[in-house]
């Protein structure tokens, strides 16, 4: 079946590294992928997205390139900020409305 | 501009005990979802629908029930509270035409929930 691996956290950075979640999947078809973010006490919030093979999604300085052939939608940003403190969830889509997601990811930044 | 609503945002029940979380939406999106989020784990679903008067099952649909009598609601109901179910809800909606996969799912706050 589907699934959807992610890096084990907590990841923490100082302020302005850069950042590397790695995120890989298992899916028959062509699976949109997606990174969500959520911020402490609040619901997910989408960060960005790609729904074929090359493209990439951007948002906020964040970005991640879908890659077939390494099955693998990794999420990277140059210069981390303290609000980027969050837990980062990868997630897939694979010809249905439902959703897999991976186990996420905390990121701590320090300033 | 609300969004995906949520309540309560916090609960404690006793075992064996009943209640039903609320979730609103007011972007008119057909689709709604719920979710659980367990500790050190990623969201499992519960229960979707897709339309009202329209449900199902999801991944873990055991010791809850819904229902959608309209496009904008889409209330959880726990029966006879277990400790298993201690966890954080979020309910989800999105819109689709086709039900295809690149739909972005908008969610609530979330309810956590905590069952003694």
């Known amino acids: 079946g589907n699934s959807v691996t992610q890096m084990e956290g907590p990841v923490t950075l100082s302020e302005e590294a850069f950042l590397t979640i790695n995120c890989t999947y298992t899916a028959t078809g062509y699976p949109s992928l997606f990174w969500y973010v959520q911020y402490p006490g609040e619901g997910l919030q989408l960060l960005l997205k790609a729904t074929k093979a090359d493209d990439k999604g951007s948002n906020k300085g964040f970005e991640a390139t879908y890659r077939k052939e390494t099955t693998s939608f990794h999420l990277e940003k140059g210069s981390v900020q303290v609000s980027d403190s969050a837990v980062y969830f990868c997630a897939l889509s694979s010809g249905t409305y439902k959703y897999i997601f991976g186990t996420g990811t905390r990121l701590k930044v320090l300033a | 501009n609300a969004g995906v609503t949520q309540t309560p945002k916090f609960r404690i029940l006793k075992i064996g005990q009943s209640m039903t979380l609320q979730c609103t939406q007011d972007?008119?999106?057909?689709?709604m979802y719920w979710y659980r989020q367990d500790p050190g784990m990623g969201l499992k679903l519960i229960y979707y629908s897709v339309g009202a008067g329209i449900t199902d099952k999801g991944e873990v649909p055991n010791g809850y029930n819904v229902s959608r009598s309209t496009t904008e609601d889409f209330p959880l109901r726990l029966e006879l509270a277990a400790p298993s179910q201690t966890s954080v809800y979020f309910c989800?909606?999105?819109?689709?035409?086709?039900?295809?996969?690149?739909?972005?799912?908008?969610f609530g706050p979330g309810t956590r929930l905590t069952v003694l």
């Open positions: 972007m008119n999106h057909n689709y």
């Open positions: 989800a909606s999105s819109y689709s035409m086709t039900g295809g996969s690149t739909d972005t799912q908008y």
